[in-house]
């Protein structure tokens, strides 16, 4: 959805009404004006694990859009061109994803582009850093899988899910230093919502030992390769006897229960990210176990979990 509330079709739709009937408003300047449409304006860059949210003021104006180019370079000056063309879209915000875990700049402009093919003057460049992971930075205490943005290394991956109510008909449980990722962490985490897991919650539980409580802040870390598009649902998350809370899962492309890698360019994986501080009280010397519940929505599937030590 655009930040008018129609989607995609929607708006070329509307396009291909204006061209055809006479446009309302005599104060609109013609659809051919040597100008071309006006540039963007309000270009913003926020930063999160892994990626850089770009949006833009998206005032509806003549020459209808077409769509939006967007530009990208990890140099400020860069030249717009092919080669740095990054994506195109026709609505007002878009997800520059996949950056990894380590902390990158770029730097963005965006160009619009109307009906007839004519083409703004570039957007002034605004400059996005996207957030480094804690899987990065901290030091791992206990980790499944490697943080790779793909599923490969896990149980069942790419795309044997339908053997996850068998194989794993009471959900995962796995200890850290006895258990391997590819035998006893399933890829795919089913919700009450997937026919195929028998549409009841399923618990993960992971366990791993701590010799001291660390000094550092505890972190918990949770990189997703994708998730169900409409229905990804919650996950509940517990340590110990500490309720961690809920967290609502961002909806992503639907192929990642049958595709397992999304460095391939072109994905239709979107991958997401959940960490979040552990309250150090929770944490306890010896063995300690997290608990995973998704009781709501489809399933989700893994690029790797841990929690580390802030640093
Ligand atoms: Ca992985």
């Known amino acids: 959805m655009n930040d008018h509330g129609t989607p995609a079709l929607g708006r070329r739709a509307a396009l291909g009404l204006g061209l055809a009937a006479p446009v309302v408003g005599a104060t609109a300047p013609p659809a051919h004006a040597a100008s071309g449409p006006r540039p963007v304006r309000g270009l913003k860059a926020v ?26 370079s990890r140099t400020a000056g ?7 063309l990054l994506g195109k879209t026709v609505y007002t915000t878009f997800k520059h994803d996949r950056l990894g875990g ?3 700049e770029w730097h963005y402009r965006v160009v619009v582009v109307d009906a007839a093919g004519e083409r703004s003057r570039p957007s002034a460049r605004v400059t996005g850093r996207s957030e480094e992971s804690v899987a990065v930075s901290g030091r791992p205490i206990a980790t499944i899988g490697a943080f790779d943005h793909k599923s490969l290394e896990l ?6 899910y339908a053997q996850v109510p068998k194989r794993f008909a009471n959900g995962a449980d796995y200890t850290h230093g006895i258990h391997q990722p590819a035998v006893d962490w399933p890829y795919i985490h089913p919700g009450p919502a997937d026919g195929w897991g028998g549409r009841k919650p399923y618990r993960y539980t992971f366990r791993f030992d701590v010799e001291q409580v660390p000094a550092g802040e505890p972190w918990l ?5 994708d998730t169900h598009a409409s229905l990804a649902g919650e996950i509940v998350l517990a340590l110990n006897d500490t309720a961690l809370g809920t967290v609502k899962l961002e909806n992503g492309g639907t192929r990642g229960s049958l595709e397992g890698d999304a460095t391939v360019p072109g994905t239709a994986l979107k991958p997401s990210y959940v960490e979040l501080a552990l309250p150090r009280a929770a944490v306890i010397a010896g063995r300690n176990v997290l608990t995973i519940d998704k009781n709501i929505g489809s ?3 893994y690029d790797a979990l841990g929690v580390f030590e802030r640093r």
């Open 78 to 84: 860069f030249e717009i061109g092919p080669e740095t």
């Open 299 to 301: 399933w989700h599937v």
């Open 221 to 225: 870390s949770i990189w997703l390769v």
């Open 102 to 104: 380590a902390a990158r």
């Open 47 to 72: 930063g999160e694990i892994g990626r850089v949210e770009l949006s833009w003021d998206g005032r509806p104006y003549e020459p209808l859009v077409d769509h939006y180019a967007i530009y990208a």
């Open 155 to 160: 149980a069942l991956a790419p795309a044997g």
